[in-house]
């Protein structure tokens, strides 16, 4: 059972009333979400047969077929793969660069560093499978000031033949900021006008459904993710997808099945209904976390920590950086997390090791899907300057329960 610190509920029922105004408005955007989906329901027809998914092959699956019309229409993309044989989203943009890259291709990030789990995919870290094992090029730009370099970027395009631009939209582990749609909308049409051939993708992790509009509505040739975060709506058991030109993702069908298969193939089991009811809930999920986010910022550096983004700060994703100044914090934080949670609650997390982490990892994540970042959940690399990653809550109530323990936890 859960003992909440009063003093505690009292501060966090304080901050509450201070963020009404911040919450009616991602109530509205939530709205407007919602009916975008809906459309997309009555657009393809939803049926209950949509429901039943298929074995074997996984020939001729009707509700497979709506279901990546639907994410591509919420989506503003020409075309959708969505897959529960997508087991993650580095899954997904694994998929996209294998399927898209050949040899003596360059891909160039420039938003630095990509995520760890990356790495060994690019050939960062040495691996016999990776992009630099297949002769494909890698290299990569930081941002500057929590932007874009475009100097940097138009000498390297200048100078260098580039077939594909990677952009992180989310942190990853890194400590800046995540971009907004309007600094990834002003990057692309400048890319564009150098070389109007060069393909942008886009790791969208933790974005959709926070800004009105996706990568994909503003010029991103291609965009991928899980369905264990925003759009999954905690429903979907495991899967992603990938979004974008019809061309590409025909070529992402073929990487991820076989070639000459491509999309015709993939069964889906029970993966229908639950990826369906997952985008129908996912707007209020997101909604919801975001919430959460938002007041987690307002009481933590009203209790003296350093958060980012702070709680009036525009978001690009649900993820939110609590600075914890050593690893007894970490600790201490996770643990009050973990105890929140539906499932597992009675565990207390540790840091270890991770595949794919240079570093030990805490991780809290008391979910009733194995790595649901979309549930109330927080992780992070155990080093300095000590930084816990938090996302998620399916509901607010529990993301403010959550949080009301974290913080009792974290000041006993």
């Known amino acids: 059972m859960l003992a909440l610190n009063d003093k505690y509920i009292k501060l966090v029922n304080k901050c509450e009333k201070e963020l009404l105004n911040i919450f009616n408005d991602i109530d509205s955007n939530s709205f407007i979400f919602s009916k975008k989906v809906l459309d997309a329901f009555h657009k393809y027809n939803i049926s209950e047969s949509d429901l039943n998914g298929t074995t074997g092959y996984g020939y001729n699956d009707v509700g497979r077929d709506k279901i990546e019309k639907c994410f591509a229409y919420v989506l503003d993309s020409e075309d959708a793969l969505v897959r529960t044989q997508i087991i993650s989203g580095t899954?997904?943009?694994?998929?996209?660069?294998?399927?898209?890259?050949?040899?003596?291709?360059?891909?160039?990030?420039?938003?630095?560093?990509?995520?760890?789990?990356?790495?060994?995919?690019?050939?960062?870290?040495?691996?016999?499978?990776?992009?630099?094992?297949y002769n494909i090029n890698f290299d990569?730009?930081?941002?500057?000031?929590?932007?874009?370099?475009?100097?940097?970027?138009?000498?390297?395009?200048?100078?260098?033949?580039?077939?594909?631009?990677?952009?992180?939209?989310?942190?990853?582990?890194?400590?800046?900021?995540?971009?907004?749609?309007?600094?990834?909308?002003?990057?692309?049409?400048?890319?564009?006008?150098?070389?109007?051939?060069?393909i942008i993708f886009v790791d969208n992790c933790y974005c959709e459904f926070v800004e009105e509009l996706s990568p994909t509505s503003i010029g991103s040739d291609i965009m991928a993710?899980?369905?264990?975060?925003?759009?999954?709506?905690?429903?979907?058991?495991?899967?992603?997808?990938?979004?974008?030109?019809?061309?590409?993702?025909?070529?992402?069908?073929?990487?991820?099945?076989?070639?000459?298969?491509?999309?015709?193939?993939?069964?889906?089991?029970?993966?229908?209904?639950?990826?369906?009811?997952?985008l129908y809930l996912s707007p209020s999920v997101v909604a919801s976390s975001l919430k959460t986010s938002?007041?987690?910022?307002?009481?933590?550096?009203?209790?003296?920590?350093?958060?980012?983004?702070k709680y009036?700060?525009?978001?690009?994703?649900?993820?939110?950086?609590?600075?914890?100044?050593?690893?007894?914090?970490?600790?201490?934080?996770?643990?009050?997390?973990?105890?929140?949670g539906a499932i597992d609650g009675n565990v207390d997390p540790v840091?270890?090791?991770?595949?794919?982490?240079?570093?030990?990892?805490i991780m809290a994540s008391a979910s009733f899907i194995q790595g649901s970042s979309i549930e109330i959940s927080c992780d992070g690399p155990i080093r300095s300057p000590y930084v816990i990653f938090q996302q998620g809550s399916l509901t607010y109530d529990y993301g403010k329960i959550a949080l009301i323990n974290a913080i009792s936890k974290l000041n006993e």
């Open 91 to 133: 899954h997904a943009i694994t998929t996209a660069l294998f399927g898209i890259l050949r040899p003596n291709d360059t891909l160039l990030s420039i938003t630095g560093l990509p995520y760890d789990t990356l790495h060994e995919v690019i050939g960062i870290k040495d691996n016999n499978s990776s992009l630099k094992s």
């Open 225 to 278: 993710g899980s369905l264990i975060k925003n759009l999954g709506g905690g429903i979907a058991h495991n899967g992603g997808y990938i979004a974008g030109r019809k061309d590409l993702i025909e070529l992402c069908a073929e990487r991820l099945n076989v070639p000459g298969e491509g999309r015709e193939v993939g069964p889906t089991d029970n993966a229908n209904r639950l990826f369906l009811q997952g």
């Open 294 to 309: 938002i007041l987690t910022s307002k009481v933590l550096e009203e209790l003296g920590y350093n958060v980012s983004p």
């Open 351 to 361: 840091p270890g090791d991770m595949p794919g982490y240079e570093d030990k990892v």
């Open 312 to 340: 009036n700060e525009p978001r690009a994703d649900i993820v939110e950086l609590i600075y914890l100044e050593n690893e007894e914090n970490m600790i201490k934080y996770s643990t009050g997390i973990q105890g929140s």
């Open 140 to 198: 990569m730009i930081d941002l500057k000031d929590n932007d874009f370099d475009y100097e940097k970027i138009k000498s390297y395009l200048n100078s260098n033949q580039v077939k594909m631009i990677h952009i992180q939209r989310s942190r990853g582990y890194s400590l800046r900021d995540s971009l907004t749609i309007e600094k990834l909308e002003k990057v692309i049409k400048f890319i564009k006008n150098i070389n109007k051939n060069i």
